[in-house]
């Protein structure tokens, strides 16, 4: 595809004597694709968790022009909604991405530029997403902001936004910051003064109070000495967990070691290539590291530490459980030992996503009373619920996604990586000293509760793709509904569109079949990508499994994908 370089957009940009260096090297070696889809494809806008998008020049793409206009309609819309409080602050971090660090001191200097006052943590270092948001809570801030893409390729970075309460801000505030957004057109010209005497370090103590809150979720605090004897490889895929995670399992006593290839910070992931816990490239070198320390559990956080995965060593070999599976573990070890200790409060809540598997909301519950709230996808949404709590007679005991995210805390609301680490290495460490793995507790569940097999199935797409692609397929899935696939009758199907459950309207489908099996379908709301999530029940996983790639395989064929 040719592109037409006289192009208005591309005109303003590329004659632009202001336009930074690297951007202006970038436009001038970019390909007609590139061009095309920096300036004639869909601009950026919120999904699911912020707005992500490839680095480059462009309205398309993601620079720093991208993140002065997400600032600016952010920092306009504080002044409107908290006038009395821009004292109170705003959290700034940033993960270990390209120019992450420099996007972030924007952020801070546009913000002190509105007269609203900007936290940086110590030197601009790389941060945790959940640390922000638990500094955001922490402070009484009226908000917080990460520069991170999360799990995405390196060629990716975005921009999340926090409520007051840590909690990712909901879509119709959003909807006005890109309102605002489209309204600013010069922004390659737009200039601001900087208020340094706004710009202020966060505090030693509020990542202390951080880490404290992470050692008390542990519940044999005592037997600090026999935790040694669980040998945990770890991986922060060259991002923000390295300074947190191993530390903190350290001094609780476990034997940790670190995937030195993954332990510094590199914005390229060359030694893990894709840093989604959830794909196979990021584990080759730590399962390597797994053999060679005869390690009994891999951990791994996601570059900006949020999300969480793991690896099991199980009948001599290592199995990686996904999130599906992880999730029933960590809300039983918890249950179970609050009720161990007669703390379950009263009328708990667990939160879950549509697109998640039953068996944690049924462990939850059937074994323990616990109250569910099903939710769309994203942990905004949860955010949104948890903070209902009070009028809802409700107390939080958990909150989790498939797509290995889990907050069992809720002083952080956005998932933590580091909270289920935590967890997660006390419950092996347990059952290891009964001869048991957590593939062993898991399996346990399956007996009470029935087995379950899970998979989800990613199909991706250029950004420029999805009016192309995505959203066609969507329309057959409706035009043509499905009455019946691989044997089994489709016996209710949930359109979300329009919204359901209390919840707003969202692109969502989810087939119901007859065998207590169902599967869900969704785009992305981040990234150009389409998800579908499959469940399947039967008398063995094996059984359940071979119910799946039937499915699978009907529906591809029935999708033409």
């Not at 921009?159 to 605002?180: F, N, S």
């Not at 007996?447 to 199909?459: D, Q, R, S, V, W």
Request: net charge negative; proline share 4%.
């Amino acid at each position: 595809m040719v592109f037409d370089k006289n192009n208005k957009v591309y005109s303003e940009w590329i004659n632009n004597q202001k336009l930074d260096d690297e951007l202006k090297s970038l436009l001038v070696n970019a390909t007609d694709d590139e061009l095309h889809a920096a300036f004639q494809g869909i601009e950026l806008e919120f999904g699911t968790a912020g707005i992500r998008g490839i680095l480059g020049a462009g309205p398309g793409r993601f620079n720093v022009y991208t993140v002065k206009k997400v600032t600016i309609a952010f920092a306009e819309l504080l002044k409107q909604n908290y006038p009395n409080r821009l004292n109170d602050g705003i959290v700034v971090g940033h993960d270990n991405r390209h120019n992450s660090k420099q996007f972030a001191k924007v952020v801070a200097e546009v913000l002190s530029s509105f007269g609203i006052k900007a936290y940086l943590f110590k030197e601009n270092e790389m941060m945790p997403t959940p640390v922000v948001s638990y500094a955001t809570k922490f402070l009484n801030c009226i908000g917080g902001i990460v520069i991170t893409a999360s799990h995405n390729p390196s060629e990716y970075n975005g921009y999340k936004i926090y409520d007051p309460y840590g909690c990712q801000l909901q879509d119709e505030q959003t909807a006005i910051i890109a309102k605002r957004m489209d309204e600013i057109t010069d922004i390659l010209n737009w200039e601001y003064k900087i208020n340094d005497s706004l710009i202020e370090t966060v505090n030693e103590n509020v990542i202390k109070a951080y880490v404290d809150m992470i050692k008390n979720l542990e519940f044999y605090k005592k037997e600090q000495e026999t935790k040694k004897d669980l040998k945990i490889i770890f991986s922060a895929v060259n991002g923000t967990g390295t300074k947190f995670t191993p530390k903190i399992l350290r001094e609780s006593g476990y034997n940790v070691i670190e995937v030195q290839e993954h332990a510094f910070e590199d914005e390229t992931f060359k030694n893990v290539v894709n840093p989604n816990p959830e794909f196979d490239p990021a584990w080759k070198i730590p399962l390597e590291y797994g053999i060679k320390h005869d390690a009994d559990i891999i951990i791994m956080n996601d570059p900006d530490a949020d999300r969480f995965g793991m690896a099991i060593k199980h009948d001599g070999h290592f199995v990686r459980l996904d999130g599906n599976q992880t999730g029933p573990i960590l809300i039983d070890w918890k249950l179970s030992n609050l009720k161990r200790l007669n703390s379950i409060p009263k009328n708990p809540a667990l939160y879950s996503s549509f697109v998640t598997s039953d068996l944690g909301d049924r462990i939850a519950h059937e074994k323990y009373g616990v109250n569910i709230v099903k939710t769309l996808t994203g942990f905004k949404w949860m955010g949104r619920e948890i903070a209902k709590e009070v009028d809802n007679g409700l107390n939080f005991v958990f909150a989790y996604e498939e797509s290995y995210g889990y907050v069992i805390d809720d002083s952080a609301r956005d998932k933590d990586g580091i909270q289920a680490s935590i967890l997660i290495a006390e419950a092996a460490w347990f059952y290891k000293k009964q001869n048991k793995t957590l593939v062993d507790y898991l399996e346990d569940l399956f007996k009470e509760m029935g087995a379950y097999y899970t998979f989800t199935l990613n199909l991706n797409f250029k950004p420029e793709e999805k009016k192309l692609k995505i959203e066609p397929l969507m329309k057959s899935l409706r035009a043509t509904p499905l009455t019946q696939i691989a044997g089994l009758k489709v016996v209710n199907v949930e359109d979300y569109i329009d919204g359901m459950y209390n919840m707003p309207g969202q692109d969502l489908l989810k087939f119901y079949l007859e065998d207590k099996s169902w599967f869900a379908v969704r785009p992305s709301g981040t990234e150009p990508k389409l998800k579908i999530y499959f469940i399947g029940v039967g008398e063995s996983v094996q059984n359940a499994k071979d119910k799946v790639d039937e499915i699978i395989k009907e529906l591809k064929l029935k999708m033409n994908i």
